[in-house]
């Protein structure tokens, strides 16, 4: 029985496969593609969850997770901006920064939103420290943008750094991943 069972799920399988273009097709004629698509970069900040502030509090949470990680590209892009012989890295830096400023906006006012619902006294006290986070954050991808833009005059220039300079620059490079690193398990552990 069990082989028969097994025999029976291959045959099935292989008979359905070359159906798939078929069945796509199918598909997406009849469910419209906007259902699917979600303007703006945040992934988890759902309208539907506003009435049920604990879950959209941790919403919140996974969102600065995510932009914790364009953070820590923008510092990485800026630092390296400083050592680069041509535009990439700066050009990076003011791309990831724009995305950056996207989901300060798009935080912001989900946490503005959810501070008008009837909250717990706990989920209350929360939504300032997460709005103080967002914003630091944003501060920190600006100051990288701010980096980028003065390693994008050194390079007009033809500037070149000491290595002493290097090894600074590299210490600090250090000092931030970690500060950023220490801050997402901070968030993560409700620290």
């Known amino acids: 029985i069990a082989n028969f069972h097994t025999l029976f799920n291959v045959f099935n399988m292989l008979l359905f496969i070359p159906l798939i273009p078929l069945l796509e097709r199918i598909v997406t004629k009849f469910i419209p593609e906007s259902i699917f698509k979600k303007e703006g970069i945040t992934n988890y900040l759902d309208e539907s969850l506003l009435a049920e502030p604990t879950i959209a509090i941790d919403q919140i949470k996974l969102e600065l997770g995510r932009m914790m990680h364009n953070v820590q590209r923008v510092v990485g892009y800026s630092l390296k901006s400083l050592d680069s012989i041509n535009s ?67 390079l007009d220039k033809g500037i070149e750094f000491s290595e002493q300079q290097k090894v600074i620059i590299g210490n600090m490079s250090r000092l931030v991943n970690g500060m950023l690193d220490n801050l997402l398990t901070a968030l993560e552990n409700n620290d």
């Open 88 to 154: 990439l890295y700066i050009n990076n830096t003011f791309q990831a920064e724009s995305e950056n400023d996207q989901y300060q906006l798009e935080i912001t006012d989900y946490i503005a939103r959810l501070s008008r619902q009837e909250l717990y006294e706990e989920d209350a006290a929360r939504l300032p420290v997460l709005l103080h986070v967002t914003n630091d954050l944003e501060k920190a991808a600006d100051f990288s943008r701010n980096i980028a833009e003065l390693a994008e005059r050194k």
